[in-house]
């Protein structure tokens, strides 16, 4: 692992400097750089490739567990979970996680209902005579966030927005 890491920053640092601040001899790293892959090296390599493509064939859905069962399965690879699991890693692959579906409606309230005024006629004959609105969940590195917007039945152009940490509440 320091020779890998010499080897990326050698185009930076000397790697006199380099193998000094890692604690090992430029004579060892010189060494590792004619120094063939090891068998498990080349046996990882192998793999890696057998677990991109399994994981690849389930459309980036896979996690370990099934790329180890289909590893088993289809080409009668048989190596132990936790080193898919660090192939995997190494490789930057991992499962599309599901999305769970979640009811965000609340309809069984005591609230009164609002009237349906526009009928379905979302067209106006002139400006500032019809405006609709609604909101709309945002998912942000922060938290969510919700948006709320009116737009002019006339121009199509928007009225006003608002954005805000809660749904009932204006900023």
Not at 90 to 117: C, W, Y
Request: glycine share 6%; net charge positive.
């Amino acid at each position: 692992m320091r020779f890998a890491i010499i080897d990326a920053k050698r185009a930076d640092y000397p790697i006199t400097v380099l193998c000094r601040a890692l604690g090992v001899s430029r004579a060892g790293y010189y060494a590792s750089i004619c120094r063939p892959l090891s068998r498990r090296a080349i046996e990882d390599r192998r793999l890696a490739i057998l677990v991109r493509a399994a994981h690849e064939r389930s459309r980036r859905t896979y996690g370990s567990p099934r790329v180890h069962a289909e590893l088993a399965a289809a080409h009668e690879v048989f190596v132990s979970r936790k080193r898919v699991i660090r192939i995997m890693q190494q490789e930057g692959l991992k499962a599309r996680v599901r999305k769970r579906f979640r009811v965000t409606t609340m309809s069984d309230h005591d609230q009164p209902i609002a009237p349906n005024l526009l009928d379905r006629q979302f067209t106006a004959e002139k400006p500032n005579q019809r405006w609709v609105g609604d909101t709309t969940e945002l998912l942000t590195g922060n938290g969510k966030l919700f948006l709320a917007v009116i737009l002019d039945l006339f121009s199509k152009y928007v009225v006003g927005w608002a954005l805000s940490p809660s749904n009932g509440s204006c900023p």
